[in-house]
T-cell receptor
């Protein structure tokens, strides 16, 4: 099992540019979560998907952020246009959520460190 | 709504000393509880979790935690710290129902281990 795979590991971009972060969840997991980690705000849930459907996107900061999960093995988080305040580490995590059951914990990817200059 | 409070953003111990990292939760029902560890430039790794059953749970690397409902706590302990334990530790909760199925994380506690 290769775990949750995120790419790129590091991204440096100029303000105003589009940024796309990618995530491949663990095979067989049906739920995928995007988090953002900053010193000031800690770990914030941005959005999560269950069976490729967005369930809770209340954490998405604003319209500049969008996330998709076109199939069970791939998700993207896009920021357009990017701003310096978007600089953070973005984590993807996956888990298997059984119907009617709670979350027994995730497996996290290694994260993407985004720097917007 | 659930919330998690980790007391102490930084904890420093000597190698061989007891490690105690504190976590208190706020939830209308007893939640599922987790501790994760994050080493520098890495993702979060599950240390241990409590869902139901025995309230003292053992995890990897010699860590354990005890769920105390009366105190709404889930403190993480290790009898003897090792230099390799230096990392950031996060407590998290999950609603045992089907409401919010994403984990809510505390703000983290950075553990330093002095030689």
């Amino acid at each position: 099992d290769a775990g949750v795979i995120q790419s790129p590991r590091h991204e440096v971009t100029e303000m105003g540019q589009e940024v796309t972060l990618r995530c491949k969840p663990i095979s067989g997991h049906n739920s995928l979560f995007w988090y953002r980690q900053t010193m000031m705000r800690g770990l914030e849930l941005l959005i999560y998907f269950n069976n490729n459907v967005p369930i809770d996107d209340s954490g998405m900061p604003e319209d500049r952020f969008s996330a998709k999960m076109p199939n069970a093995s791939f998700s993207t988080l896009k920021i357009q246009p990017s701003e310096p305040r978007d600089s953070a580490v973005y984590f993807c995590a996956s888990s298997f959520l059984a119907r009617g059951r709670a979350n027994y914990g995730y497996t996290f990817g290694s994260g993407t460190r985004l720097t917007v200059v | 709504a659930q919330s998690v409070t980790q007391l102490g953003s930084h904890v420093s111990v000597s190698e061989g000393a007891l490690v105690l990292l504190r976590c208190n939760y706020s939830s209308s029902v007893p939640p599922y509880l987790f501790w994760y560890v994050q080493y520098p430039n890495q993702g979060l790794q599950l240390l241990l979790k409590y869902t139901t059953g025995a309230t003292l749970v053992k995890g990897i690397n010699g860590f354990e935690a005890e769920f105390k409902k009366s105190e709404t706590s889930f403190h993480l302990t290790k009898p003897s710290a090792h230099m390799s334990d230096a990392a950031e530790y996060f407590c998290a909760v999950s609603d045992p129902g089907t409401g919010r199925r994403a984990l809510t994380f505390g703000s983290g506690t950075r553990l330093q281990v002095q030689p």
